[in-house]
Structures are given as C-alpha cells and as structure tokens.
C-alpha cells in the first residue's frame, strides 16, 4: 500500500517567515495530494490540494508543488502568521480505489 | 446532516470492556475512513470503505478492531476487550470519488 513520509516532524519559525513542509510518497498510482491543517482540540480541515496532472498552485499565502517523477510535493507557506501554528498533514490518494494515507504530521510554530 | 458527525464524543471505559464508536457520513459520500490519532501523533490510518467494495482492513492494529458500514452509509468502529494503548481520538473522514475529505470532531476514547 501507500507510504507517505512527511519531514520535518517539528518546525519553528519567526513571524514573517517562509514555512516549508516536504512529504514523499511510494505509490505511483497517488494523483490526489491534499494537505490538512489541525489546530489543538480540532478536526484536521484542508487547507490546499493538488493534482497530480499539475506541478503548482497558489492560493494567498499557500502553494504546494508537486513533482511526479521523484514522487515529492511541498507544502509552503510565506509571511507566516502566529495563527498559522498548528499541526500540518500531507496526504496521498490512490487513483484506482481512492484509499488515503496520511504522512505524520508537522507541528509548526511561528513565533511573534 | 452539514458534516461528518461522530459519536460518542468522549467514551471512558475500563479496560477489557467492549466500545462502540459511530460515524454518519456526509450524505452520498462513497468513501469513509477511519483514522487514530493518539496524543500529539499523526493520523494512523485503520480501514477504508469504498462504495460496495471490500473494505480495506490492513490498518487495524488487532483483531479486536473491528468495523462494518451498513447501507453504504453509517459505519461502527468496534474495539473489543479494549486495552489502555487503545486509548487515542478515533476519526472518521468521508468523500465522494476524487475530492476532498470531510473529518468528523473525533471520538476521544480513554481506556481506565
């Protein structure tokens, strides 16, 4: 099945800041790659996702990128905001049966 | 209903008792998932249904994990002779086909 790596585990820093989140993913046969923001005591909600059929999108202060042949997408953040402290996930789904799998998880902090 | 509803939503029980956690999908969602997520961890992935298929189970920790979806709607997740490492926030997600996934509020189980 699906194995998705996400790094760092735990990531600090300045308010003003670019963030960046990196995840890889093992199965060739992922095109959907969304990304889930969860603030302490909540349920994780999608922030931004991509497919696999494009290599970047934007939304504001969000963009991911996407490269198929290494099998890696990012997730970057710029002139990060105290409230954009929370725990970030990464995630892969399958084409063919729409099985999902999660990456585990980056803890961000940015510091006023 | 407007989202994913869990319940119940915080179950204590003693160690060795059977529980039962329950998720109502958004309607029409062919997709639902079951997560664990235990304190301050990632999303550690359980079972998967998709429509009519067989569910994929090769996320549960034990065969004291079990979980049915009835009608293609409603599913129960059932842990039997629960243990206190069972102890985690369970959370169900549901979807259509190639989009996003909606989480519910979780079921924060505590095994005494």
């Known amino acids: 099945g699906e194995n998705v790596e996400q790094h760092p585990s735990t990531l600090s820093v300045q308010e003003g800041d670019s963030a960046v989140i990196k995840c890889t993913y093992s199965?060739?046969?992922?095109?959907?790659f969304p990304w889930y923001k969860q603030e302490l005591g909540k349920r994780p909600q999608l922030i931004i996702d991509?497919?696999?059929?494009?290599g970047e999108k934007k939304d504001q202060r969000i963009a991911v990128t996407l490269n198929k042949t290494a099998k890696h997408f990012s997730l970057h953040i710029t002139e990060t905001q105290p409230e954009d402290s929370a725990v970030y996930f990464c995630a892969a789904r399958n084409i063919n049966n729409n099985d999902m799998r999660f990456g585990a998880g980056t803890r961000l902090t940015v510091k006023p | 209903g407007a989202g994913v509803s869990q319940s119940p939503s915080n179950k204590v029980t003693e160690k060795g008792k059977d529980v039962e956690l329950r998720c109502d999908p958004i309607?029409?969602?062919?997709?639902l998932y079951w997560y664990r997520q235990s304190l301050g961890q990632g999303l550690e992935f359980l079972i998967y249904f998709q429509g009519n298929s067989a569910p994929d189970k090769s996320g549960l920790p034990s065969d004291r994990f079990s979980a049915e979806r009835t009608g293609g709607s409603v599913s129960t997740l059932t842990i039997q002779r629960t243990q206190q490492e069972d102890s985690a926030v369970y959370l169900c997600a549901s979807s259509l086909t190639r989009s996003e996934a909606f989480f519910g509020q979780g079921t924060r189980l505590t095994v005494v």
């Open positions: 991509i497919r696999s059929n494009v």
């Open positions: 309607s029409g969602h062919t997709a």
């Open positions: 199965d060739s046969a992922s095109n959907y």
